[in-house]
């Protein structure tokens, strides 16, 4: 029930989501939304398109650059973020699998907001930063490029830096997926009696569509098997229109 998505959010992805074929491969949308307090509509400048192939214990993570240009239905040309204003979970649901050409079966909204309370629950997390972060003018971070263990609020601000980088938003979704993978490994490594707690934050940090049938098996499976994780972007060219 704490996973679970508001009416409202789960009223726009009815009628949008695949049907799997048990034990095949499927696709997960997950949606990074930074809406702070009192928002009301908020753009998904995080967009990670997800293959879970369950037998053979391979996750697949794909970045969508927030700027895709895209044909939204009833809005016309827009940036592929929007579409999450414009229709909810459901409307982005709808955009990526008409850009990707696949059949998306679950989604989930992750709130950055309560990401550094999982972190910090977690005891940090240990990641290997690919290049330095120095941001003054907007997070304000600073942090060497190597491995460091990052508390909540650094994992959050460096989750959200995209300037400063030469790569700008590539780098930033780069990283995401690498906290990503950071976050789920060091979930999948808790003993029973701390997963509950854990468990609990997650209840805060992400709203979605799947169910304790479809998650519980799913993490069983990853916990005594690490999954072998593929990471990239949808590849792009940038122009100024």
Same mark, same amino acid.
């Given at each position: 029930d704490r996973l679970a998505f508001t009416p409202a959010e789960q009223q726009t992805v009815n009628g949008t989501l695949s049907w799997s074929i048990p034990g095949m491969p499927y696709y997960v949308l997950a949606l990074g939304s930074d809406a702070r307090e009192g928002d009301t509509v908020s753009r998904t400048d995080t967009m990670v398109l997800i293959r879970v192939d369950f037998f053979g214990g391979k996750l697949t993570l794909v970045s969508i650059p927030r700027d895709t240009k895209v044909e939204i239905q009833g809005h016309g040309t827009s940036k592929i973020n929007a579409a999450y204003a414009y229709g909810?979970?459901?409307?982005?649901?709808?955009? %990526?699998?008409?850009? $990707?050409? +696949?059949?998306?079966?679950?989604?989930?909204?992750?709130?950055?907001?309560?990401?550094?309370?999982?972190?910090?629950?977690?005891?940090?997390?240990? %990641?290997?930063?690919? $290049?330095? +972060?120095?941001?003054?003018?907007?997070t304000g971070l600073s942090l060497e490029a190597g491995t460091q263990t990052l508390d909540g609020e650094t994992a959050l601000l460096w989750a959200r830096t995209r300037h400063g980088f030469e790569n700008g938003d590539y780098q930033r979704q780069a990283d995401q997926r690498i906290l990503i993978t950071a976050i789920m490994n060091r979930m999948l490594s808790l003993s029973p009696t701390e997963l509950p707690g854990a468990l609990d934050r997650v209840g805060d940090l992400i709203g979605t569509d799947m169910r304790c049938y479809n998650l519980v098996p799913l993490f069983l499976r990853f916990k005594f098997g690490s999954p072998q994780v593929y990471s990239c972007a949808i590849t792009t060219t940038s122009d100024m229109i």
């Open positions: 909810g979970a459901g409307g982005a649901v709808k955009a %990526v699998s008409k850009l $990707t050409n +696949v059949p998306i079966s679950h989604v989930a909204v992750i709130h950055f907001e309560e990401l550094a309370d999982l972190v910090d629950y977690l005891g940090g997390v240990t %990641v290997n930063v690919p $290049t330095d +972060v120095y941001d003054p003018d907007y």
